[in-house]
């Protein structure tokens, strides 16, 4: 199984900030890794996909980067919807989730 | 556009089996897609169990791959899970997806299962 390690767990930032979120994974993924937003109450939506694909419909403050095992989500200014927890998702070996990290306003 | 709900029990005694329905509205299951079932547990870890694809054929966790069957009914546009022998540990929101080219693009509301006598 390959593993998927995301950090922080907890971020708090302000409206504004630029924010970056980490994911690695326990072995060479070859940039198939995604990213997801999660709402409270609602259902995961894909933000991004292959690593630095925008979905279509999502903001283009959302960004993604990384190679090898280490990826990163950016959003580059927080906007208080944008609060909720990020997950990233690799798909190189089957698929597996990181434990994700919860965004909130500071 | 595509919608997916799940429904089914949301207590299930453990040793029992836990069956859930995906209803596909807005395309065809036939059409393509893979049709996936994924559990998040208390905690936020978040599991991917199994799908079946457009054309029936079908591929588990292995983890799960003993005790998970997903079957369709293409008259009705649905497909479902069967988890076999629950324990505790198998209470969890359940979300059914579909998937294309490694991602989740379309998602149930999730049904959120308890397992306890």
């Known amino acids: 199984d390959i593993q998927m390690t995301q950090s922080p767990s907890l971020l708090s930032a302000s409206v504004g900030d630029r924010v970056t979120l980490s994911c690695k994974a326990s072995?060479?993924?070859?940039?198939?890794l995604n990213w997801y937003q999660q709402k409270l109450g609602e259902a995961p939506k894909l933000l991004i996909y292959?690593?630095?694909s925008l979905q279509t419909g999502i903001p283009s403050r959302f960004s993604g980067s990384g190679s090898g095992t280490d990826y990163t989500l950016t959003i580059s200014s927080l906007q208080p919807e944008d609060v909720a927890t990020y997950f990233c998702?690799?798909?190189?070996?089957?698929?597996?989730f990181g434990g994700g990290t919860k965004l909130e306003l500071k | 556009e595509i919608q997916l709900q799940e429904s089914g029990p949301g207590l299930v005694k453990p040793s029992q089996s836990l069956s859930l329905t995906c209803s596909v509205t807005?395309?065809?299951?036939?059409?393509?897609?893979?049709w996936s079932w994924i559990r998040k547990f208390p905690g936020n870890k978040m599991e991917w169990m199994g799908y079946?694809?457009?054309?029936?054929?079908?591929n588990y966790n292995p983890s799960l791959k003993s005790r998970i069957s997903i079957t369709r009914d293409t008259s009705k546009n649905q497909f479902f899970l069967q988890l076999n022998s629950v324990t505790t540990e198998d209470t969890a929101t359940y979300y059914c997806?579909?998937?294309?080219?490694?991602?989740?693009?379309?998602w149930g509301q999730g049904v959120m299962v308890t397992v306890s006598s």
């Open positions: 072995q060479n993924i070859y940039k198939y």
């Open positions: 292959y690593t630095n």
């Open positions: 997806a579909s998937s294309k080219l490694g991602g989740f693009d379309y």
């Open positions: 998702q690799q798909y190189n070996s089957w698929w597996t």
């Open positions: 807005g395309y065809t299951i036939t059409s393509g897609y893979d």
């Open positions: 079946i694809s457009y054309s029936g054929s079908t």
